[in-house]
Nanobody
Framework: QVQLVESGGGLVQAGGSLRLSCAASANIFNGNPMGWYRQAPGKQRELVAAIFRIRSISYADSVKGRFTISSDNAKNTLYLQMNSLKPEDTAVYYC?????????WGQGTQVTVSS
């Protein structure tokens, strides 16, 4: 069973930066769609950033210009660079990779932005 392990979350002041990492236990990137989601208390999980099969990248409007998604296929690792963080970015962040047969999720990493 492939596992995704997120890291890099934490507590940061508004305006600060964090870099999230998502390490896969096997090589499942292979051009599969992958992305970062987040879920704040009392809210639905939402897509933050994604890399699609044709390598196009999409961002939620709320993070455009501040967040950058990238991947290192040699390391089986997905990243999310988050700059100019705002209190409304506070949430649990999850990475996701969709293969042809499975939908993989990490356990989540907490990001808390103080004002």
């Amino acid at each position: 069973q492939v596992q995704l392990v997120e890291s890099g979350g934490g507590l940061v002041q508004a305006g600060g930066s964090l870099r999230l990492s998502c390490a896969a236990s096997a090589n499942i990137f292979n051009g599969n769609p992958m992305g970062w989601y987040r879920q704040a208390p009392g809210k639905q999980r939402e897509l933050v950033a994604a890399i699609f099969r044709i390598r196009s990248i999409s961002y939620a409007d709320s993070v455009k210009g501040r967040f950058t998604i990238s991947s290192d296929n040699a390391k089986n690792t997905l990243y999310l660079q988050m700059n100019s963080l705002k209190p409304e970015d506070t949430a649990v962040y999850y990475c996701n990779i969709k293969s042809e047969t499975n939908d993989y999720w990490g356990q989540g990493t907490q990001v808390t932005v103080s004002s």
